[in-house]
């Protein structure tokens, strides 16, 4: 589908100096002279790089859609993760390099991503939000230390470092958001 240069939002996936990029920033730039125009930032989808663009109204540009399957996790085997696709039980094996090392610590068995696609290739992928995890190592609850705004370092169960309020105690579950870490309540 052929979307116009200034339509580009952030979030949008487009075919671009024949390669797929992802728009991070966009942002409508109206000079004094000139016509206006889009400053878009993008992330190249296969190989990371990074671009900066501008894009006149008049610019067209391919916007792709991906394909967007849920697969479960079943097991990391040390360099790739293998997936299996909730619908056709067909596995996939992604090197942990795709996945990011540190998004691949909070993958657990039998945990539902959504993989992304392109003419069947995988390109992309998203955890949930949130996940809950063990911690494995904190210091003691102090009685009577109930300030809202204290935290006190604790390590979750896949190695992660992260802080949480002083009641939270060794050996107890608590949910942590996937894209940095950080303590958001206790596991039901």
Do not use: C
């Amino acid at each position: 589908m052929k979307i116009n240069g200034n339509e580009i939002k952030p979030g949008n996936v487009i075919m671009h100096q024949d390669t797929l990029w992802v728009a991070v920033k966009a942002e409508a730039v109206k000079p004094g002279k000139g016509g206006a125009f889009a400053q878009v930032e993008l992330k190249n989808l296969l190989d990371g790089r990074k671009l900066n663009e501008r894009f006149r109204a008049a610019d067209k540009v391919e916007r792709v859609r991906l394909e967007q399957k849920d697969h479960t996790f079943l097991f990391d085997s040390g360099e790739t993760l293998t997936f299996m696709d909730a619908e056709t039980y067909e596995q996939i094996e992604l090197n942990k390099d795709f996945v990011g090392e540190d998004r691949a610590r909070y993958l657990q068995d039998g945990m539902t991503i959504v993989v992304e696609f392109h003419e069947d290739r995988p390109i992309g992928l998203s955890l949930p939000q949130h996940v809950s995890l063990e911690i494995t190592e904190t210091e003691p609850v102090i009685k009577g230390q109930t300030a809202a705004n204290s935290f006190k370092p604790a390590i979750l169960e896949n190695g992660v470092r992260t802080a949480v309020p002083p009641f939270i105690a060794q050996g107890e579950r608590i949910v942590v958001a996937t894209e940095d870490g950080s303590y958001v309540k206790r596991a039901d």
